[in-house]
């Protein structure tokens, strides 16, 4: 494992809280809702393979996971399916309301969803999957709810020497050699599912079948560095906390070897930042 990768990874023998876990990435998400653009700019443009690998069309009943500002939703419902959009953050409801009207979004836990089995034709997740402390009994829940023949879709970040939007802050932290906070509690390895085997048999073990990894990798375009940092750092939460909650000559040192490792992007007078992520999809058997 890199030196950049273990910040977001607990050592094995250390024993993870879920639920002080999730009740820290709720309320970050609380606080993020109104300054997740940035980060809203780049998870936008894998909704459509997302939406494709769901089989989304007219007509079907559609879950989508961790909502957010309801951007997977409302292209979702552009397709004319019938879509739910849930989140556990409530102000990510109340502005996927706002930005969405008509569409319906609603407040619950992706670990216990609140519907009967079989409901919907199809679950999406984009990046949900990351956030959540038991993501075993969560994917468990999606495929319950799933009618038999139906399918699941969701995205990962993919490593972060290659998913460099993230990475180029990992690896400032990793050089700096600073520890992760000691109030941040501990969640499952942000990496786990960025490994293609482990992505299958997540949907696998639950019962899924025709279960395929895919990658998607483009470069994404920032103006300036300082937009960069900005706006992950308002955009995130476990890797925003890595950062904002070192001590200030600590997040000093971090952005200077930031703003050296982007460098390498620069391209005229913006940056060309490489994205890369994991997009699983499975069927339900019938």
């Known amino acids: ?61 559609v879950l989508d996971i961790g909502s957010g500002p309801g951007h997977a939703a409302a292209q979702a419902a552009e397709r004319r399916a019938s879509v739910v959009g849930v989140d556990v953050a409530t102000a990510m409801v109340q502005l996927a309301r706002r930005l969405h009207p008509g569409l319906d979004f609603r407040e619950a836990n992706a670990e216990a969803l609140p519907f009967e089995d079989g409901c919907f034709d199809a679950v999406v997740g984009n990046f949900s999957i990351l956030h959540l402390g038991r993501p075993e009994q969560a994917v468990g829940e999606f495929v319950r709810v799933l009618r038999a023949g139906g399918q699941l879709a969701l995205t990962v970040w993919d490593l972060p020497e290659r998913a460099r939007w993230q990475g180029v802050f990992l690896d400032a932290v990793a050089a700096v050699d600073v520890t992760a906070p000691a109030d941040v509690p501990p969640g499952p390895p942000f990496f786990r ?8 048999a997540l949907l696998q073990d639950r019962g899924l079948t025709d279960v395929v990894v895919r990658t998607i990798v483009f470069d994404h375009p920032v103006p300036t560095a300082d937009e960069l940092w900005d706006g992950v750092l308002a955009g995130t939460v476990r890797v925003s906390a890595l950062i904002l909650r070192q001590d200030e000559p600590a997040r000093r040192r971090i952005r200077a070897v ?27 058997p019938r």
């Open 1 to 61: 494992m890199a030196p950049s990768d273990r910040l977001l990874s607990p050592p094995p023998e250390l024993t993870i809280d879920q639920d002080a876990f999730n009740a820290f990435e709720a309320a970050g998400w609380q606080r993020k809702a109104l300054t997740y653009d940035h980060i809203a700019a780049v998870t936008s443009r894998v909704i459509k393979p997302l939406l494709d690998a769901a089989r989304v069309e007219q007509g079907m009943r």
């Open 193 to 200: 599912f960025s490994v293609d085997e482990q992505f299958t």
């Open 258 to 284: 930031f703003d050296q490792l982007v460098t390498e992007y620069q391209r005229g007078d913006h940056l060309e930042v490489p994205v890369s992520v994991k997009l699983a999809a499975g069927s339900k």
